[in-house]
């Protein structure tokens, strides 16, 4: 029943639209905090100092994966070729990473730069071609993978320089690869609240139509999300191959899932036009903090998969509540 007499903010209705605002934009901490402290009773090495190091440095590659494809959300399309772009570029990097060859700056390069051509070649045929994203990415994840495959002759390519392999290291006790998704994470929150370019981002998931009407050039957008999406894929390639101490073809498989339910998980729409690299972060730091937490509870990789897709659709299904 409708209670008009009582919609104030201390009326039920008005504590009711207070309740929902506040698990809108605190609820996934609150949920980290409610899982953070069941692990923490059911195993007692969950708070200790070397298992969070272990948590973060686990999620760097998601993060940073998330980071890029919170862009693409962001403009309302979706990229599902990330672990493929990851493996590929991983495969390059390690190609020119042997010993003598080339410095280690020089591996990194070429390594990021291919996941940015795969992402600019997504952009392209999707704001030229007019083919819908999920397409386009789709046929980017199978022809990423070939080439890799075709790159490698389908086997590991190891014998790499200890000069990429530090990038896995540490420096001063933080994991380098923590310290590359922060430096990513703060200069993408940055970009996207203080620039143009950010806010036309948003414009553009937020309603397409009206953002051309309003003189953006939606195709730039676009195009400038999904080359920035590829190139941070490159670089998680090149720091997971940095990880390993190989380049792996078949590495990285399902990545790009693990990276869009983080980015949704964390409060970014599905359509586009909401959400932030803060809410990406965080979730990306649940789902470290599940899988951290049901591996030390020795639960089955195979019940682990079956939970990540129970996340992945409920993530989904609440981001469709909210817009009811």
């Known amino acids: 029943m409708p209670c ?47 298992n969070l190091i272990n948590v973060v440095r686990q999620i760097a590659i998601n993060g940073i994966l998330a980071v890029g494809v919170t862009f693409v959300l962001l403009t309302g399309g979706v990229d599902l070729s990330l672990g493929s772009v990851v493996a590929l570029a991983g495969v390059i990097a390690a190609g020119f990473a042997h010993p003598g060859d080339y410095p280690v700056v020089v591996a990194a390069a070429m390594g990021i730069l291919a996941g940015t051509a795969c992402g600019a070649t997504n952009g392209l045929v999707i704001t030229r071609g007019g083919v819908a994203p999920f397409i386009v990415t789709l046929g980017m994840m199978t022809v990423a993978r070939g080439l890799a495959l075709v790159a490698s002759g389908g086997k590991p390519v190891s014998n790499m320089s200890p000069d990429l392999t530090r990038l ?39 309603n397409e139509n009206a953002a051309r009407a309003a003189g953006i050039n939606v195709n730039r957008v676009k195009m400038f999300a999904y080359t920035l999406c590829g190139a941070l894929a490159g670089l998680a390639g090149v720091v997971l191959a940095a990880r390993i101490t190989t380049g792996q073809p078949n590495a990285a ?43 030390l509870l020795n639960v089955s990789s195979y019940y682990q998969q079956i939970i990540k897709g129970i996340i992945i ?12």
């Open 4 to 50: 008009p007499s009582e919609t104030g903010p201390f009326g039920r209705c008005g504590t009711a639209a207070a309740m929902r605002r506040l698990l809108r934009q605190f609820g996934i901490v609150i949920a980290l905090m409610l899982i953070g402290a069941a692990l923490a009773a059911a195993t007692p090495s969950f708070f200790t100092a070397a």
């Open 253 to 295: 498989v399902a990545y790009e899932l693990d990276a869009i339910a983080a980015v949704v998980i964390g409060g970014t729409s599905l359509s586009g036009g909401v959400g932030g690299i803060g809410g990406t972060l965080s979730g990306v730091l649940l789902m470290g903090v599940i899988n951290n937490g049901l591996d």
């Open 168 to 206: 896995a290291g540490d420096i001063l006790g933080l994991p380098v690869p923590v310290l590359i998704l922060a430096a990513v994470s703060l200069v993408s929150w940055a970009f996207l609240g203080n620039t143009r370019l950010g806010r036309y981002v948003y414009a553009v998931g937020g």
């Open 313 to 324: 659709v409920g993530a989904v299904w609440l981001d469709r509540r909210q817009k009811e």
